[in-house]
Nanobody
Framework: QVQLVESGGGLVQAGGSLRLSCLVS????????MGWFRQAPGKERDFVAT???????YYSESVQGRFTISRDNAKNTVYLQMNSLKPEDTAVYYC?????????????????WGQGTQVTVSS
């Protein structure tokens, strides 16, 4: 059973930075593509970033150039470094794992999800 636990969310002012972490247990991280999604109140869950098992990355247009996804396979942890945060980045952020060999951006490609961590950006 794969378990994902996010941490690192919080309240930050616009222009600030946060780093989210996602600890994976139950499986070897290197076997999975890992993704980050977010969901704002009253909105659908949106794709943010993904990294394939081989290290290739893909970002949504809204975060390209501001967010960076990375992984430390030795620590079984995936990170999302978020810089130049904007109020519209406010959402619950979810980490997810996919058995795909690619860099999926569709939520239904991911079979394992964390519980989410709240990120709030004040103006």
């Amino acid at each position: 059973q794969v378990q994902l636990v996010e941490s690192g969310g919080g309240l930050v002012q616009a222009g600030g930075s946060l780093r989210l972490s996602c600890l994976v247990s139950g499986r070897t991280l290197s076997n999975y593509a890992m993704g980050w999604f977010r969901q704002a109140p009253g909105k659908e869950r949106d794709f943010v970033a993904t990294m394939s098992w081989s290290g290739g990355t893909y970002y949504s247009e809204s975060v390209q150039g501001r967010f960076t996804i990375s992984r430390d396979n030795a620590k079984n942890t995936v990170y999302l470094q978020m810089n130049s945060l904007k109020p519209e980045d406010t959402a619950v952020y979810y980490c997810a794992a996919s058995g795909s060999r690619l860099r999926p951006s569709a939520a239904n490609a991911y079979g394992y999800w964390g519980q989410g961590t709240q990120v709030t950006v004040s103006s």
